[in-house]
């Protein structure tokens, strides 16, 4: 089973910045693509960020201010977040899909969630 660990959320002031890690661990599996959702209180959880094989995409809401990244030999991925907004409160999920050759089928895992709020 490909287990998701997320670290890095806090608290922060309006236009500071805070950088997010997620690490995907098991036996023997691909990753196909890395991505961070949010959850705001009352709200639907949403996609923030994406990277996959087919490239990088960010919600409307982000771009110009967060970016993605990778480091495929650790299994992680990253999100910096610039110039965050007290609208950017939220729990920030990261989502793993890929194979799992252990058991020889795909996975879709989800971190526990990690809150970042941002005070006006």
């Known amino acids: 089973q490909v287990q998701v660990v997320e670290s890095g959320g806090g608290l922060v002031q309006a236009g500071g910045s805070l950088r997010l890690s997620c690490a995907a661990s098991g036996s023997r599996f691909r990753i196909n693509a890395m991505g961070w959702h949010r959850q705001a209180p009352g709200k639907q959880r949403e996609l923030v960020a994406v990277n996959s094989d087919g490239g990088t995409n960010y919600a409307d809401s982000v771009k110009g201010r967060f970016t993605i990244s990778r480091d495929n030999a650790k299994s992680t991925v990253y999100l910096q977040m610039n110039s965050l907004r007290p609208e950017d409160t939220a729990v920030y999920y990261c989502?793993?899909?890929?194979?799992?050759?252990?058991?020889?089928?795909?996975?879709?895992?989800w971190g526990q969630g990690t809150q970042v709020t941002v005070s006006s």
């Open positions: 989502n793993v899909v890929g194979i799992d050759y252990s058991r020889s089928s795909s996975f879709d895992s």
